[in-house]
């Protein structure tokens, strides 16, 4: 497969590329080269998803799924989303289960009560006041662009960041459920 992952220079993202190489598929990574450095056999694009002119490197390019790990604006997304759909068949999002309000004090599911939010808002990424709200906005971006069986949402929890060096802490069990999941939205 042709795979674009946005950001993949760091935590999940990196994890989802290391997989995906290591499966034999062919990635792409978009993202602003300022956080981490590129892993070695992926071809590395540059570009800026927060403004209309930071991903001119995708215009006309395809791709058989697109995973997005790193997006924090709507706004962001939604554009991403609308630039890749011509030439890629499924999108496949990373939310966050801060999505539902309550998910510290009960038991959420797929169709628990979800923050309020806009596809199409705008705000600092580094802004995480508004987190849960924003990945709901996020959500309805990726859905007002593709099809739910042309997309799949993720919803985990705590996602953790050091010492852990087993293979399915390292994002293998997401890139599972990626594959186990199409058109499906999993929390």
Same mark, same amino acid.
């Given at each position: 497969?042709?795979?674009?992952?946005?950001?993949?220079? #760091?935590?999940?993202?990196?994890?989802?590329?290391?997989?995906?190489?290591?499966?034999?598929?062919a990635v792409?990574?978009?993202?602003?080269g300022?956080?981490? $450095?590129?892993?070695?056999?992926?071809?590395?694009?540059?570009?800026?998803? &927060?403004?209309?002119?930071?991903?001119?490197?995708?215009?006309?390019? #395809?791709f058989?799924?697109?995973?997005?790990p790193?997006?924090?604006?709507?706004?962001?997304?939604?554009?991403?989303?609308?630039?890749?759909?011509?030439?890629? &068949?499924?999108?496949?999002?990373? #939310?966050?289960?801060s999505?539902?309000?309550?998910?510290?004090?009960?038991p959420?599911?797929?169709?628990?009560?979800?923050? $309020?939010?806009?596809?199409?808002?705008?705000?600092?990424?580094a802004?995480?006041?508004?987190?849960?709200? @924003?990945?709901? &906005?996020?959500?309805?971006?990726?859905h007002?662009?593709?099809?739910r069986? @042309?997309?799949?949402i993720?919803?985990?929890?705590?996602?953790?960041?050091?010492?852990?060096?087993?293979?399915?802490?390292? &994002?293998e069990?997401?890139?599972d459920?990626?594959?186990a999941?199409?058109?499906?939205?999993?929390?």
């Amino acid at each position: 497969m042709r795979i674009l992952v946005l950001g993949g220079t #760091s935590f999940v993202g990196r994890a989802i590329v290391a997989d995906a190489l290591a499966r034999g598929h062919a990635v792409t990574t978009l993202n602003r080269g300022r956080t981490g $450095p590129d892993t070695p056999g992926v071809e590395a694009v540059r570009g800026d998803r &927060g403004h209309d002119g930071g991903l001119g490197a995708l215009h006309g390019r #395809s791709f058989d799924a697109v995973v997005d790990p790193s997006g924090l604006v709507p706004a962001d997304v939604l554009r991403t989303a609308r630039v890749l759909a011509p030439g890629t &068949g499924f999108y496949a999002f990373v #939310s966050s289960v801060s999505v539902y309000p309550d998910w510290k004090w009960v038991p959420v599911h797929e169709d628990s009560p979800r923050h $309020p939010g806009e596809p199409d808002e705008e705000g600092d990424p580094a802004d995480h006041r508004r987190y849960g709200a @924003r990945k709901v &906005g996020c959500e309805e971006a990726v859905h007002l662009v593709y099809p739910r069986d @042309r997309a799949l949402i993720v919803r985990p929890g705590t996602i953790g960041r050091g010492g852990w060096r087993g293979p399915r802490a390292r &994002g293998e069990a997401g890139a599972d459920a990626v594959r186990a999941s199409r058109g499906r939205t999993w929390w």
